[in-house]
């Protein structure tokens, strides 16, 4: 991390933070106290849920004999997702814990028995279903547990506040240890009310850790058993990469398109206008359609310097030649601020990522010659095994940000588009320091 970052006026060290240790906060906060609720709530809802599990199980299989036995399972696990979205909800509202829902029921056509087939072939439904089976062992021991210790803890931590309370009218003269019906033991009440203190308040002290602990459980199998499973959660990840990639290159083919018709082809058409007018004051006035023929000669080489500038932005020569170093030098050399490029690969990566790097590279500078007003810029690329990196710093005046109407929003899902990364340390006044990352494939 930038140490400039860490020392900027704008991030001073918090200097009023709570000075109650986490330990001593830990049984009065409002995390503790969901998480307790939590784990009461657990056991109704599980015996709830594993009743209907069961109910459904048997019926079905009871009525396997029958047509009806398969849409009553269907229903049965239609009904336990149901059940199930109550769970995310409780989980989402007292451990905190964002689970997005499962893949949807597609079934192949309309109807009934088309439903049916896709409910019995959904992998969620029957996650659902074993969910409901195995909270509720795991309900009953946490909350045995769990409200068996707290009461015992708080219960023993104010022992020395109702046993002087409750002695003065049992007319005992302490704490009774053993008794054998002739003979008595009794501990004073200052001992007791020490011990059980002590004991009460590192109960009540690993409470909420004990919690921590128990819930950590439910949320596994809420994420494990009620959210998507990894390969529809990468599924929908590739699909919206999928629709970033082809809006990228959408909007890449009408800004090619663009650059043509507004340079070389506006210059190209002028070209062709002027020569057609220079073949007709040929013979009139040679020294008129010299002038003309001179003038569209220089068009001309405007316009391939506009061409060979397309080119280079789509992907140069040079990187197909020699590859990213000295495709990133050249590039630093055409920027206004002075660009230092230290590239270390001991060998080429593929096309692909190399054409990406190169264009975020060029991004990257652009931004910074046109908005950073730095007098010093730097480029660094390495690879670790498996993935390319890229860093760009300058010292300009910051406030760069990847936040979605800023330059660098498109840049960020562009990388996102192929598992990448960008990160963007900018504060207000500088250093601007940007890391990317891509996949690294040689």
């Known amino acids: 991390m930038d140490t400039a970052y860490l020392a900027h006026p704008a991030h001073p060290p918090r200097t009023d933070g709570p000075r109650v240790p986490v330990g001593l906060r830990a049984p ?21 849920t594993f009743g209907y599990a069961v109910t459904v199980v048997a019926l079905s299989a009871g009525l396997l004999i029958t047509f009806l036995g ?8 239609a009904g336990g997702r149901g059940l199930g979205a109550l769970e995310r909800a409780r989980a989402r509202a007292l451990l905190g814990l964002e689970v997005a829902a499962p893949e949807p029921l597609r079934p192949a056509k309309p109807g009934l028995m088309a439903w049916v087939g896709a409910v019995l072939k959904s992998g969620a439904s029957w996650r659902h279903l074993l969910y409901a089976f195995l909270v509720f062992p795991w309900a009953l021991f946490a909350f045995v547990l769990a409200v068996t210790f707290w ?56 409470g909420p850790w004990l919690f921590r602990g128990l819930t950590q459980v439910d949320r596994l199998l809420v994420r494990g058993l009620l959210g998507p499973s990894s390969l529809a959660t990468r599924v929908i990840e590739l699909e919206s990469d999928r629709g970033v990639v082809v809006d990228t290159a959408a909007a890449d083919l009408r800004r090619i398109e663009r650059d043509l018709h507004d340079g070389a082809q506006a210059r190209l058409a002028a070209l062709a206008l002027d020569l057609g007018l220079a073949k007709e004051k040929l013979a009139q006035d040679p020294r008129a359609a010299a002038a003309m023929v001179d003038e569209a000669h220089g068009e001309v080489k405007i316009a391939l310097q506009e061409l060979r500038d397309l080119a280079r932005g789509i992907h140069p020569a040079i990187l197909t030649d020699r590859g990213l170093g000295p495709a990133l030098s050249a590039l630093a050399g055409r920027c206004p601020v002075p660009v230092a490029v230290e590239v270390d690969l001991d060998r080429r990566p593929a096309a692909a990522i190399e054409g990406m790097a190169y264009f975020t ?67 207000a006044g500088g250093p601007t320091v940007v890391t990317a990352e891509l996949p690294w494939r040689g």
């Open 361 to 427: 590279v060029s991004e990257l500078l652009r931004n910074v010659a046109e908005h950073s007003a730095a007098d010093h810029a730097a480029v660094d690329v390495w690879h670790t095994p498996d993935r390319l990196m890229l860093l760009v710093s300058d010292d300009g005046r910051g406030g760069a940000s990847t936040a979605a109407g800023g330059g660098l929003a498109g840049l960020a899902e562009r990388l996102d588009s192929v598992d990448g990364l960008l990160v963007v340390d900018s504060p």
């Open 70 to 77: 398969v849409p009553v399972l269907a229903g049965g696990l």
């Open 151 to 206: 009461t015992v803890g708080w219960a023993l931590l104010t022992f020395p506040l109702w046993f002087w309370l409750v002695r003065p009218y049992a007319g005992l003269p302490g704490v009774q240890l053993w008794g054998d019906g002739t003979t008595v033991l009794y501990v004073s009440p200052a001992v007791a009310a020490a011990v059980s203190g002590g004991f009460g308040l590192l109960m009540v002290l690993a």
């Open 28 to 48: 009065f906060a409002g995390r503790t106290w969901r998480e307790f609720l939590h784990l009461c709530l657990s056991l109704p809802i599980a015996c709830l």
